[in-house]
């Protein structure tokens, strides 16, 4: 897939054994259905990065904001 950029939504969160798995359906550029399993390990480094005080201050709000769409920078 080379540098292809996926934009996905996120379908359902499960937990099994000892793994949470995200199941998420892409719509661009194509639709598929994928599952990304995440570790104890890497569910620490998800919320770590996500409580830093750039990304937290996004993601509150996101779930405060009225906005409807968040811009979306290309180049990260």
Do not use: H
Not at 30 to 37: F, H
Not at 48 to 65: D, E, I, Q, T, W
């Amino acid at each position: 897939m080379g540098k292809t950029e996926l934009e996905a939504k996120i379908v359902d969160v499960k937990r099994v054994d000892d793994v949470v798995i995200f199941y998420v359906r892409t719509t661009k550029p194509v639709k598929w259905r994928v599952r990304m399993a995440f570790q104890e390990q890497d569910l620490r480094s998800l919320v770590g990065a996500m409580l830093k005080p750039k990304n937290l201050r996004y993601v509150l709000r996101c779930f405060f904001s009225n906005e409807k769409k968040v811009s979306r920078t290309e180049s990260f």
